[in-house]
Every structure is written in structure tokens, then in C-alpha cells.
């Protein structure tokens, strides 16, 4: 399964720690809701697979780092091979969202002259009596920093997918459009044959979850 792909797209998880990164993606790749789920220490590996459209397939491979300062000079070593990011917040957490900024910062210092697409999530969208950002607030914000905003929820699956989707989206316009390459030397964005040259396979799903240790 694994070779059934066209290209791969390396995304990056940021935020702040317990926004629910780690819970958006365990919801996106398993479909599952966990109330509990421990801390990452480091950064976790995952992977999906999509099909963007009809016999183009794209793998995702997800890094989920650590929100915690302690663990940023490891999660920053993770920013320079990766297509697109993830900027996350807490909707009932404004300290997470007033972050956003910083986040996006230090990632772009960090991969110049090299390009990002960026996604900016507004999670816990079910806890309405809690929410302390509204959505036009955190829209202009998007703008601000040239990214699409959507609002999640991981516990009642409210547009999971779609916060995935409409990421691997703008980073294969941003393929078409030539702002991001493939290249042996980078692993951001990796190629292999054209849709052409293999089978078609259809509905692929969710077909693989894997973790890495960085203890």
C-alpha cells in the first residue's frame, strides 16, 4: 500500500500544549475520541492516506510535536522538511491563540527562504459556553498571516476532514503552482510516477497510523 501514492506531503503540528493536537489527528487517521490522551513528549509520527481526486493519491506524513518549551529546540528541527503546517489553538483557551503569532514566527525564521502553506485551526468548537476567541477575531488573523481558517472539534468530529483536506489542498495548488517542488534533498514535498503510470486505485482511506518514540 504503501507504493500506491503520487506524492507525499510532510505537514507539521504547532500550537500551544493541550490545545488537542494530538486528538485531531488520532480523530482524522482512526476516527477515534479519546477524553484522556497523554502529553507528547517530543514529537509522534503519523500517516494518512487520501485521495485528492479521482486517481491522485497523496501520502501525508503528520509530525505532532510537543507544545511544551522544554521540548522546542527538538520540534524545531522538524520545521525545515515540512510542506505545511497546522497552526492550532484552544477556543477556550485565549493565551493559545494569542501563541498563534509566535508559532508562525519562529517557523518562518526557521525555514526561510524555503515556503510553508499554512492552515490556522480554531479547535474545541463544541465547547460553545467556553469559547473566549470568536470567529471573526480569529479569521482576520488567518488573513494576517496569508493562511485559511476553520473551526474543529475533535470530540464531536466536527470538520476534521475537512481541516485536512482543505490543507493537502492548498499545498498540492501550491505543487501546481511551482512554489513547491520535489526534490531529493527535501523532504517536504515528494514525488513518484505520475497518475498515469500506475493503476488506478480509488477510496484508499485510512489505511495506516504509525508512531515514533522520541524519548
Known amino acids: 500500500m504503501d507504493s500506491l501514492w503520487h506524492y507525499q506531503f510532510r505537514i507539521i503540528m504547532l500550537g500551544d500544549s493541550t490545545v488537542g493536537k494530538s486528538s485531531l489527528l488520532k480523530c482524522y487517521t482512526e476516527g477515534a475520541f479519546l477524553d484522556s490522551i497523554n502529553q507528547t513528549v517530543g514529537v509522534d ?15 501525508l506524513q503528520f509530525w505532532d510535536t510537543a507544545g511544551q518549551e522544554r521540548f522546542r529546540s527538538v520540534t524545531r528541527s522538524y520545521y525545515r522538511n ?7 489553538f484552544d477556543l477556550t483557551n485565549r493565551a493559545s491563540f494569542e501563541s ?12 526561510k527562504p524555503f515556503h510553508m502553506v499554512f492552515v ?24 494576517s498571516l496569508g493562511a485559511k481558517y476553520i473551526e474543529t472539534s475533535a470530540k464531536s468530529n466536527s470538520n476534521v476532514d475537512d481541516a485536512f483536506q482543505l490543507l493537502t489542498l492548498e499545498i498540492y495548488e501550491a505543487v501546481k503552482a511551482g512554489v513547491l517542488s520535489p526534490n531529493k534533498d527535501w523532504d517536504g514535498v515528494k514525488s513518484r510516477l ?22
Open 45 to 59: 509520527f503519523y500517516v494518512q492516506f487520501v485521495e485528492l481526486e479521482p486517481g491522485l493519491r497523496i501520502k
Open 82 to 88: 515540512s510542506a505545511g503546517a497546522v497552526l492550532m
Open 100 to 111: 498563534i503569532k509566535e508559532w508562525h514566527q519562529e517557523v518562518t525564521d526557521t525555514v
Open 120 to 143: 490556522l485551526v480554531g479547535h474545541k468548537s463544541d465547547l460553545v459556553p467556553q469559547r473566549q476567541v470568536e470567529r471573526k477575531e480569529a479569521e482576520k488573523l488567518a488573513s
Open 194 to 215: 505520475p497518475p498515469t503510470e500506475e493503476p488506478k486505485v480509488q477510496n484508499l482511506g485510512k489505511q495506516e497510523k504509525q508512531k515514533k518514540c522520541s524519548c
